[in-house]
């Protein structure tokens, strides 16, 4: 079954603004990622943050964690019109050996100029 | 140079023709994997290699058969193409499958578009 569900579907802000996307997903896992996804082009890995770590910060990126309500939440601020992209969740299940991520659905993000 | 490089980028082809896909990674990486994105962007795992052992194999059709010569190359053939097919593939590498650091980090090629007419 799928395990990242993105919220919202899409998203569009004005240059400047925050813009914060939120994961959920089913079961224990061990780490969750996030990935971005320009038009056209393969995923890049942004950031990765383990079950026992409640926040992390990649230079305009904050990630937290909530690993009671299965929920994960990606803030990008002073967002630019280069952040235009798909955003994505995964997760690797808790017990899983094999490396398998689960990828959500997305969120797409447009950031007017 | 591309760490992780797939050919052909598109590919148009009739139902019923059978076709593939090729990876290569520069990486070093011991693990690569096939993940296919449909038209509403759903990625779904459908194979992962480890140091050229099969580790992954979601429910995919066995008209998909995968196969990795090295740990830096890993293929995709697709046999008796049908509409439903048509879809993103991604090939993707990491550095292990996570199993002693819990880490697995995806670098992803980008992408194949197969379009079955």
């Known amino acids: 079954s799928q395990q990242g569900e993105e919220d919202p579907q899409a998203l569009s802000i004005q240059e400047g603004e925050n813009a914060t996307m939120n994961c959920s997903y089913k079961t224990s896992i061990n780490n969750l990622q996030w990935y971005r996804q320009n038009s056209g082009r393969g995923l890049v890995h942004l950031i990765l943050i383990r079950s026992n770590e409640r926040e992390k910060h990649s230079g305009r990126l904050r990630v937290t964690l909530d690993t009671s309500k299965k929920s994960s939440s990606l803030l990008i601020t002073a967002s630019r019109a280069a952040d235009t992209a798909s955003y994505f969740c995964a997760t690797r299940h808790g017990s899983s050996n094999t490396g398998k991520l689960i990828f959500g659905q997305g969120t797409t993000l447009q950031v007017k100029p | 140079d591309t760490a992780v490089s797939q050919t052909p980028k598109y590919l148009v082809t009739q139902m019923g023709n059978d076709k593939s896909i090729k990876c290569e990674q520069n990486?070093?990486?011991?693990?690569m994997y096939w993940y296919k994105q449909d038209s509403k962007k759903f990625l779904k795992i459908m194979f992962s290699y480890n140091n050229k052992e099969l580790i992954i194999n979601e429910t995919v059709p066995n008209r998909f058969s995968p196969k990795s010569p090295d740990k830096a190359h890993l293929n995709l053939h697709i046999n008796s193409l049908e509409l439903g097919d048509s879809a993103v593939y991604f090939c993707?590498?990491?550095?292990?499958?996570?199993?002693?650091?819990?880490?697995?980090?995806?670098?992803f090629g980008a992408g194949s578009r197969l379009t079955v007419l």
């Open positions: 990486l070093g990486h011991d693990t």
């Open positions: 993707a590498s990491s550095r292990d499958r996570g199993s002693t650091t819990g880490a697995n980090v995806l670098t």
